[in-house]
């Protein structure tokens, strides 16, 4: 069974550019959350989203959205990238999200603004 | 609000030795779950160990095990017999069930830890 792949593995832009990952779930799975990890702040939770409703956010701005696909394929964008936006980006997906459901990950994707 | 604390930055240990990483955690709720994930550099998560709230039996995977006192909210994870392929990034997680709250690990700021030969 294949795992959480995250594409791509590696981007670099520049400050003003927007982005957009991507993340395709373990088969069978509805719910994909999305996390930015930091050396400053660790990680944290961004959004989550099943049959393609977000369900959650955390609390980062507006610039970072996201959306899910019918086949539960979900994307990540940042619009108006700055500096403190290189991070990792990790996303995980489960079954259904709650706690008895184990989040998989993805190798993540590392994104670099300059 | 959640919040979860692992207090030893880094840590090292002897292969084949046994080593305990800390964690504790603040929370008003009954109903969640605590896991240990493991990070290696190859940035890869992955879940070592869950344990349920509920449950008062300490979980176990084979070589590793916890060590859950919900009173204290602590939640520690013990490494039986140390392999080098255990040196990676460790963080404890928390995740609160209920609805509104889907999906959202809260995590830990790591603890870095190398088996040495």
């Given at each position: 069974k294949a795992g959480v792949t995250q594409t791509p593995r590696y981007l670099i832009k520049t400050r003003g550019q927007q982005v957009t990952l991507s993340c395709s779930p373990i088969s069978g799975h509805r719910s994909v959350s999305w996390y930015q990890q930091t050396p400053g702040q660790g990680l944290q939770f961004l959004f989550e989203y099943f049959s393609e409703t977000q369900r959650n956010k955390g609390n980062f701005p507006g610039?970072?959205?996201?959306?899910?696909?019918?086949?539960?394929?979900?994307?990540?964008?940042?619009?108006?990238?700055?500096?403190?936006?290189?991070?990792?980006?990790?996303?995980?997906?489960?079954?259904?999200?709650?706690?008895?459901?184990?989040?998989?990950?993805?190798a993540g994707t590392r994104l670099s603004v300059l | 609000a959640q919040t979860v604390t692992q207090s030893q930055p880094e840590m090292s240990v002897q292969e084949a030795e046994t080593v305990t990483l800390s964690c504790t955690y603040d929370t008003s709720e009954n109903n969640y779950y605590l896991f240990w994930y493991k990070q290696p550099p190859s940035r890869q998560m992955i879940l070592v160990i869950r344990q349920e709230a509920y449950k008062q039996q300490n979980a176990t995977e084979n070589r590793f095990s916890v060590n859950f006192q919900k009173a204290a909210k602590s939640f520690s994870l013990k490494i039986s017999d140390s392999q080098l392929g255990d040196t990676a990034m460790y963080f404890c997680a928390f995740m609160f069930h209920g609805s509104g709250n889907t999906g959202k690990l809260i995590f830990g700021q790591g603890t870095t830890l190398q088996v040495k030969p």
């Open positions: 610039r970072f959205s996201g959306r899910q696909f019918s086949n539960s394929r979900s994307e990540m964008n940042v619009s108006t990238l700055e500096l403190g936006d290189s991070a990792l980006y990790l996303c995980a997906s489960s079954r259904g999200g709650g706690g008895k459901n184990i989040q998989y990950f993805g | -």
